[in-house]
């Protein structure tokens, strides 16, 4: 599986992006998949994660009621949409891939990150 995120990039505090990453490789929608963050001198950590089809989802609680994790699967992408930035929510942010189709946090497969910083 080869992930690509697009969409990182400066916003103000309180502003909005939207990420998204591309998956080939193996039918998209055979894997659950994630989005995950590191800030700089701390270890990567799970932002939002989502099955297969899409109707199962797990936030962080430090991103809970701002972001929001969808998946088309037939255009082979998964997003995250991000609201109400925070300058903590600064950081590298990688799309992730998992061989279960179940809900899970526990990813097989990685993309190259994509910055996103948010100023005050």
């Known amino acids: 599986v080869q992930l690509q995120a697009f969409g990182g990039g400066l916003v103000q505090a309180g502003g909005s992006l939207r990420l998204a990453c591309a998956a080939s490789?193996?039918?998209?929608?055979?894997?659950?998949m994630g989005w995950f963050r590191q800030a700089p001198g701390k270890e990567r950590e799970v932002v939002a994660a989502?099955?297969?089809?899409?109707?199962?989802?797990y936030y962080a609680d430090s991103v809970k009621g701002r972001f929001t994790i969808s998946r088309d699967n037939a255009k082979n992408t998964v997003h995250l949409q991000m609201n109400s930035l925070k300058p903590e929510d600064t950081a590298v942010y990688y799309c992730?891939?998992?061989?279960?189709?179940?809900?899970?946090?526990?990813?097989?497969?990685w993309g190259e990150g994509t910055l996103v910083t948010v100023s005050s």
């Open positions: 490789g193996r039918p998209f929608g055979s894997y659950a």
């Open positions: 992730a891939a998992s061989t279960k189709v179940i809900l899970t946090i526990q990813m097989d497969y």
């Open positions: 989502i099955n297969w089809s899409g109707d199962t989802t």
